[in-house]
């Protein structure tokens, strides 16, 4: 049974950092693109960055680049999101998500959520 | 960036009744566009893939159309448990994109 369980979320202060991480199991981690995808209170669903099997190839929604990493680690079959410079506007609920197969980027397996609270 | 239009924002409907949902890409996407299902505090689910394939485990009932700009979702027979948000997506371009959702509501 695939599982993504993700962890690292809380409350932080404007322009803190905040390290995601989504663990992986169930199927061949380093065969699949990954994913994190947000949701903001009552609003709709917001892709934010993937990450390439191998790590070679990395893309950002323009809102986070330049704040955010992603990065992955094949041997722990783990998948991470280094938040820096965090705003009000990146509270939300962040997802990772794991891509159909080599040529789809539909989004087939999600974890359950890591809650960001960023307010002083 | 690719903008995804959902239309209409919120429906409602009764159980048994044929529910369409479109989608409009702001540029041509082919057929690469999923839809997914959200409730109330939970992930969302894939329900379709690349404009029309079925997810495994999703109902018949559900089915997609469309390629280019303009998709659609058509649930066929409204059940109970299908009173959710519908978010489409197109994934050929980066960054991926999501339309506004469409609220499915009980009539």
């Known amino acids: 049974e695939v599982q993504l369980v993700e962890s690292g979320g809380g409350l932080v202060q404007p322009g803190s950092s905040l390290r995601l991480s989504c663990g992986a199991s169930g199927f061949t981690f380093s065969n699949y693109w990954m994913n994190w995808v947000r949701q903001a209170p009552g609003k709709g669903l917001e892709w934010v960055a993937n990450i390439k099997q191998d790590g070679s190839e990395k893309h950002y929604v323009d809102s986070v680049k330049g704040r955010f990493t992603i990065s992955r680690d094949n041997a722990k079959n783990s998948l991470y999101l280094q938040m820096n410079s965090l705003r009000a506007e990146d509270t939300a609920v962040y997802y990772c998500a794991r891509d159909v197969d080599f040529y789809d980027r539909s989004l087939v397996y999600w974890g359950q959520g890591t809650r960001v609270t960023v307010s002083s | 960036d690719i903008q995804m239009t959902q239309s209409p924002s919120s429906v409602s409907a009764s159980v048994g009744d044929r529910v369409t949902i479109t989608c409009r890409a702001s540029q041509d996407i082919s057929r690469w566009l999923a839809w997914y299902q959200q409730k109330p505090g939970k992930a969302p689910k894939l329900l379709i893939y690349v404009a029309s394939s079925l997810q495994s485990g999703v109902p018949s009932r559900f089915s997609g159309s469309g390629s280019g700009t303009d998709f659609t979702l058509t649930i066929s027979s409204l059940q109970p448990e299908d009173f959710a948000i519908y978010y489409c997506?197109?994934?050929?371009?980066?960054?991926?994109?999501f339309g506004g959702g469409t609220k499915v509501e009980i009539k």
């Open positions: 997506q197109q994934t050929t371009n980066f960054p991926l994109t």
